[in-house]
């Protein structure tokens, strides 16, 4: 199985670099947080007291846990991609007599072999952002001048042990589904795609929609002393929404694209048209290609949101060192979450792009032109872009509202138009580029060699 697991991995490098990239993020995000608790704990309490603020123990906590929780997110996004992609060839190996034991150890042997493979390069960035994090918090004042990062290796094994567990049981609920079903309609349901999502992943959706309700309405009842609990509060229940967006994906990716495709059907009408269809169509192709713009749009426009709303309430209350320092935190956690999603963004986007040269090469052996396909993916991308903005911003102004209300007792959060505008322009900078450079290098090539060799 383990040769078997390797080549699966070869014939298929952009999913599993996508993979690899996010358990790396993972490794290194866990990694940086607890040399940080581990640095807290190991440090003298008279360097401890030194420091002015909450500590490092508060500060690496708060600034952590959303981190973490992202990062995971991300590498659970990139795992359930990477077996979508596998679909058929676990079919085949299904109808050859291949048990779904032995389906199931194919998919937790890929896991941890690209886990051990982005191990040591986690570990050694989150050990180098704890040093470079704790030497500003140091600078500021945030850290005592004798707190030191430890040489144990504990948060290292604490990192690898944690991407293993969440790795592990994302592939065992990705791969229940191929594994559970005969072998015929495992390989007849590779060929195609489902277009409602299943009962249990849509009860799990609503799910966390009222869970991250539940946050933000905490959020909004916290006293305006408090606002770091609310901030905290808020932030946890934009990810959870985003969790509840990521599992009613396809559902509410094709609700949103049927209301878009009608201006970008008349405004292009015939790629805009094939590129209405291919997205409605293909549902969890387009959640898929969703969801990541739609974290980075949703983490992004939240922390702005609530740093800006922060800033307005606290006025003149706050000393210019308070302010100063809350800024500075949440601009590197911001700057932190968006760089996750927007590895995530360009990783998925990559590799599902990628994954249609064969579709491609069937639209051209019955006449498309190479740019009549560029211009499709080109209104495809609008789309895709439009659709996560939509859904981002959604789960944005939810938080942000429940944020504003706690601590300026109003629901109208303070909007930076400038700031926002730039979030939008980011997604659209990594999401039409990202989707039309792939393009370019999956409609070139002989169509009937791509068609009869199959999906690669």
């Known amino acids: 199985m383990t040769s078997l697991a390797l080549g699966q991995m070869r014939r298929r490098p952009a999913a599993f670099l996508g993979l690899a990239v996010a358990l790396f993020l993972a490794i290194a995000t866990v990694t940086l947080f607890g040399s940080l608790f581990a640095a807290d704990v190991t440090s003298p309490t008279v360097a401890r007291k030194a420091a002015d603020g909450p500590g490092l123990m508060a500060i690496a906590g708060a600034f952590g846990e959303i981190a973490v929780l992202v990062a995971f997110f991300v590498v659970v996004n990139a795992l359930g991609f990477a077996l979508r992609q596998q679909h058929r060839e676990l079919a085949l190996l299904r109808t050859i007599a291949a048990t779904p034991r032995q389906a199931r150890r194919l998919v937790r042997g890929q896991v941890i072999v690209t886990t051990l493979l982005v191990a040591a390069p986690g570990w050694a960035a989150g050990a180098t952002g704890a040093r470079s994090l704790l030497a500003e918090l140091r600078r500021r004042g945030m850290a005592g001048p004798g707190v030191r990062v430890p040489g144990t290796p504990v948060p290292m094994l604490v990192a690898l042990a944690a991407a293993l567990a969440v790795g592990l049981a994302a592939s065992a609920v990705a791969a229940r589904r191929i594994s559970r079903i005969p072998p015929a309609a495992a390989l007849t349901a590779s060929s195609t795609e489902h277009g409602r999502t299943g009962a249990p992943r849509l009860l799990a959706g609503i799910g966390a929609l009222v869970g991250g309700g539940l946050l933000l309405r905490l959020a909004a009842t916290r006293p305006a002393e408090r606002s770091d609990e609310a901030g905290q509060a808020a932030l946890l229940g934009s990810l959870v929404l985003l969790i509840a967006v990521a599992l009613a994906g396809p559902l509410a990716a094709r609700v949103v694209a049927a209301v878009l495709g009608a201006p970008v059907r008349a405004l292009a009408p015939g790629a805009g048209w094939l590129a209405d269809a291919n997205l409605r169509g293909y549902a969890r192709r387009l959640s898929s290609a969703v969801v990541p713009v739609t974290l980075l749009v949703g983490l992004s426009g939240t922390m702005l949101l609530m740093t800006h709303t922060a800033g307005r309430a606290a006025g003149a209350t706050a000393t210019t060192v308070t302010s100063a320092t809350d800024t500075w935190l949440r601009q590197a956690e911001l700057a932190l979450l968006a760089c996750f999603a927007a590895v995530s963004t360009v990783n998925t986007l990559v590799a599902v792009t990628a994954e249609r040269r064969r579709e491609f090469a069937l639209l051209r052996m019955v006449g498309a032109t190479r740019p009549q396909l560029l211009r499709m993916l080109t209104a495809e991308a609008v789309l895709t872009t439009a659709v996560g903005v939509l859904l981002g911003a959604g789960v944005a102004g939810a938080a942000a509202a429940a944020f504003s209300t ?39 090539g002989p169509a009937a060699a791509l068609v009869g060799g199959g999906r690669d």
Do not use: E, M, N
Request: charged share 5%; with cysteine.
């Open 406 to 444: 706690a601590v300026a007792d109003s629901a109208v959060p303070s909007v930076p138009v400038a700031g926002c505008f730039w979030i939008v322009a980011g997604a659209a900078a990594l999401t039409v580029p990202g989707i039309l450079v792939t393009g370019l290098w999956a409609v070139h």
